[in-house]
């Protein structure tokens, strides 16, 4: 493999890296080829001993994901980040992805019964109020007394869980991005011993 | 030297480097992998991850050769680093070559 077609290669496995970090990577090798071709090396020499793209790819490309993950809140953001992660290795697909599914299953689960709840809430106010103006067969099982702060309580709750629930997934992306950097740290220490 | 013992001590091995002198990206891997054979690629990862963690600074600097080049130097936080990782590894060493030679004597 010559300069060119090692620089290529590079260039190909980490096109989903930001374009500035992208530049910044391969400046890097750039340099080096231009210094080993001063001291009288060969292209292909210095190819060979600077090793695999492939390995060197995997090592940038999920540092940097992970890093716009923290800088950029985005779903896609944190998803890109964690599909680096678990493209680390089949030991990441069990302790990345696993998680991952769990908190995202629970954050959905508390969205769905704030939305529920809010939407019940609503219901019940309007079925009592505007029900009987249009004659409506609504049938609500308490008198208005009742029915009317119940509906104000049970909106309020529903608005309130829908909150927290933002907060709470807000929260859970915080630990994602602490996770996956620890978890970074763990594979490319693991992957340099290998 | 077990090649699973050179790359655990890769890190180690950058920051004691840049706390000689600084260097220029090439200089260092080539006076790394004089002593302990690696895939040379693999210390710019590296150097990217002391930098972003703040235990290295990089600027630019004209050479006689050519254009210029990127220069790595540790900071204050890296010098730190280096000493502790260095305390860790000579202990770790007395305490393996200790055992080592304690069960010598046993056999």
Known sequence: MNKKEFLRRLSELIKDVPEEEKKDILFDY?????????????????????????????????????????????????????FAAVGLGFFNLVIVLGPAIGLIGILVALFASAFAITVSGVAVLFGTLIGPV?????????????????????????????????????FFYKLCISYLKINLQIITNRRNRE | MNIQFK???????????????????????????????????????????????ELVTTYLQESQEGPPRKYYKLTELGRKKEEELKKEWFTFVKDVNNFLKGSEKNE
């Open chain 1, 30 to 82: 750039e340099e080096h080829f231009r210094i080993g071709l001063e001291k009288g090396r060969k292209e292909e020499e210095i190819a060979a001993s600077l090793g695999d793209p492939k390995v060197i790819a995997k090592q940038s490309r999920a540092s940097c994901i992970l890093k716009e993950a923290e800088k950029t809140t985005s779903v896609n953001n944190i998803m890109r980040a964690i």
């Open chain 1, 134 to 170: 249009f004659a409506w067969n609504v049938y609500i099982p308490f008198a208005a007394v009742v029915s009317i702060p119940l509906g104000i309580g049970l909106t309020t709750l529903g608005l309130l869980a829908l909150i927290g629930t933002f907060y709470l997934a807000k």
């Open chain 2, 7 to 53: 790359k655990g001590v890769l890190e180690l091995c950058v920051l004691s480097m840049l706390e000689r002198q600084v260097c220029y990206g090439y200089e260092l891997v080539n006076k790394i992998s004089k002593s302990i054979s690696i895939s040379e690629g693999t210390i710019y990862p590296l150097l990217r991850r002391l930098k972003s963690e």
